[in-house]
DNA sequence: CGACTTTGACCGGCGC
DNA sequence: GCGCCGGTCAAAGTCG
């Protein structure tokens, strides 16, 4: 509550300080004006006093002195006339820069009001982001097309603004009023709770749940939008992933459209974690294990499960905090794969040096039910984009239109090879542009290095270059000058929650892996905590799974864990694909029920 | 014996 | 209202 007033006291000073200076540079050049103009009134006054000067002389001196002031005076003109023609030209420019800026403040205007209007309309009606933050986001359909209108829009009107002050523009309706009744970054504490609790509940039998278990109800009446899924898939061998948690398999049931069984487990790492995940062969293509996690673990994890609860965290913290969904025009059908590719949404560029991981988002394979936001992590390699180091990164509420409608897009894609993000399980975010240091992956600010890190020596594309490329359609990136490309990027940071909660949950991966060596995770340690939660809004809440200990997940193995020394891992220990049964972990309390 | 899995039954949501 | 379907429960079985 605090740290929330503080916060916004210091979003308004941003925004003060930001408005001022822009202010300033608009009317600069009146200001110039203003100078020159009295620059060349002096010299007239000074002949006059001249003149009166000449008079109390001698004749000869008067002659002397006349002649000189005569010089003097034809000096004066002469330098009168030069500043004459350069008030002129300086006239000129302003005037000229002036018209091209009305023009330019016409033509956005225009556009924003005749393409985004729709789009906000679509937004708020959707309630739903579309953010395009990389080079290319493929027009698939309307909501693809709207992408880098909406950033151009929110851009302009919102004047560029700069800093890290945080804007909940994107948050702003419905499933997200909830979730995000105000700013202030006392949400990122209570966002934790909710998304908590969003994925606690588990829908079908909460009521039953409820009733049958008496007492003990960890069952939320909030919206069943809310609960968010993250659903991974990635190629295994074995029943389930090793994601470092403990499970119990609690059921299994043949869904319908899959021959393959679907397992439910439920973490048993503490008796009251809401945490539950369903397993599942893909139908398609049965090395592909399709997992999808629900819940937030509300208790330390181990180590070794930091890594996916994490991911799933940022995942559902996304779909969540920016209400969020994207829907494809894909076929309604429950395959995912299938969808992949026709997924907008947010698209993390990504390079592992050897091998390019493709995460996407993607409709929900598992889910079955579409009353769940599902963002689903695709770990497996995408024949469509193989030949590129992509990774996409797309969300989908669901299949449903009507509860999700389609709308979130995120793109933070570059076709460079060396990029950020997504990484065979790790997140590796570069935002270089600042310190233009090669080596700044040490600084956990400028650098977020999740997991396996790419060797020092390879420069990675700075995200922000990256979202400049995205933003300015109009002008190459190579004529992006640094600030501008600063400021871009973090408009588009400030601007979109989710990719905020990428963030946050990446720098959250980092603090609690930094620290963390020895278990203890640094967002624990309440100094860092304000300063994240000073660069960063509500959005950035840290799941509490961040907080812990943490899991890896087995498809983690798949990329070779070796880890650049000096840099920050996220994931050291190689996790091995074993059965839930080998999981480790304290066995707690497994029986919370029959118990 | 405790922890875990298996599996049929039950419940609620949803669509027709 | 009915049936389908997803999700969960809990008794029985298995394993170490």
């Given at each position: ?169 994107t948050s702003k309706s419905g499933s997200t009023t909830e979730h995000v009744p105000n700013p202030s970054p006392t ?409």
């Amino acid at each position: 509550m605090e740290f929330g007033s503080e916060r916004s006291a210091h979003e308004v000073k941003e925004e003060k300080r930001t408005e001022s200076t822009l202010g300033g540079q608009e009317h600069r050049p009146e200001q110039e004006i203003v100078m020159q103009e009295t620059s060349l009134t002096t010299p007239e006054r000074s002949t006059v006093e001249v003149g009166a000067h000449v008079s109390c002389l001698s004749k000869k001196e008067e002659v002397d002195e006349l002649q000189n002031a005569k010089t003097e005076m034809g000096e004066v003109i002469e330098e009168n006339q030069r500043l004459k023609i350069r008030l002129n030209r300086i006239l000129n420019d302003y005037r000229t820069l002036q018209m091209q800026f009305h023009s330019i403040v016409e033509q956005e205007t225009k556009d924003c009001s005749d393409k985004p209007k729709n789009d906000q309309e679509m937004r708020e009606e959707s309630e739903l982001v579309s953010l395009s933050l990389g080079r290319i986001p493929v027009p698939r359909n309307n909501e693809k097309g709207k992408v880098p209108k909406t950033l151009e829009e929110e851009e302009d009107e919102e004047g560029l603004s700069l800093g890290l002050e945080c804007k909940y523009e994107t948050s702003k309706s419905g499933s997200t009023t909830e979730h995000v009744p105000n700013p202030s970054p006392t949400n990122s504490v209570e966002e934790v709770p909710k998304e908590e609790a969003a994925g606690e509940s588990w829908p079908a039998s909460k009521g039953h749940k409820t009733n049958r278990d008496g007492g003990e109800v960890e069952v939320s009446e909030q919206n069943p939008a809310k609960k968010a899924r993250v659903c991974v898939r990635a190629r295994c061998d074995t029943p389930t992933l090793n994601d470092g948690c403990q499970w119990r398999k609690y059921g299994q049931k043949i869904s319908k459209g899959n021959p393959c069984p679907r397992a439910y487990y439920r973490c048993t790492v503490a008796p009251s974690c809401p945490v539950r995940k369903q397993v599942q062969r893909c139908a398609q293509d049965m090395t592909i294990l399709i997992t999808t996690y629900e819940g937030t673990h509300n208790h330390p994890l181990p180590l070794s499960a930091t890594a996916m609860a994490s991911t799933t965290s940022a995942a559902a913290s996304m779909l969540l905090s920016g209400s969020s969904t994207s829907h494809s025009g894909s076929s309604p059908s429950p395959n995912i794969t299938t969808t992949a590719a026709d997924l907008h949404g947010i698209k993390f560029s990504l390079s592992d040096g050897s091998q390019s991981k493709q995460y996407y988002l993607s409709h929900p394979a598992l889910s079955s039910s579409n009353s769940h936001p599902t963002i689903t992590l695709d770990l497996t390699s995408n024949p469509l984009s193989s030949s590129a180091p992509f990774a996409k990164f797309t969300s989908n509420s669901s299949y449903n239109p009507q509860r999700y409608p389609p709308s979130t897009s995120l793109s933070f894609s570059s076709s460079e090879s060396n990029t950020s993000s997504w990484s065979n399980g790790f997140f590796t975010y570069n935002t270089q542009p600042y310190t233009n240091n090669r080596n700044a992956n040490v600084n956990v600010l400028g650098n977020i290095n999740l997991g396996r890190q790419q060797t020092e020596q390879q420069p990675m594309e700075n995200i922000y270059s990256s979202f400049m490329q995205r933003n300015s359609n109009p002008i190459p990136p190579a004529q992006h000058s640094l600030p501008d490309t600063i400021a871009a990027a973090t408009k588009v940071i400030t601007a979109d929650p989710n990719f905020q909660s990428a963030l946050a949950a990446a720098l959250s991966s980092i603090i609690g892996s930094g620290s963390s060596q020895g278990n203890q995770g640094a967002a624990e340690n309440p100094s860092q905590k304000i300063k994240w939660g000073e660069l960063f809004p509500p959005s950035f809440a840290l799941p509490s799974s961040s907080k812990v200990n943490g899991c890896a997940s087995s498809f983690l193995n798949k990329a070779p864990a070796n880890p650049q020394p000096g840099s920050l891992m996220f994931l050291q220990p190689p996790l091995p694909l074993s059965s839930p049964k080998s999981a480790s972990g304290s066995p707690g309390d497994h029986r919370e029920k029959k118990n």
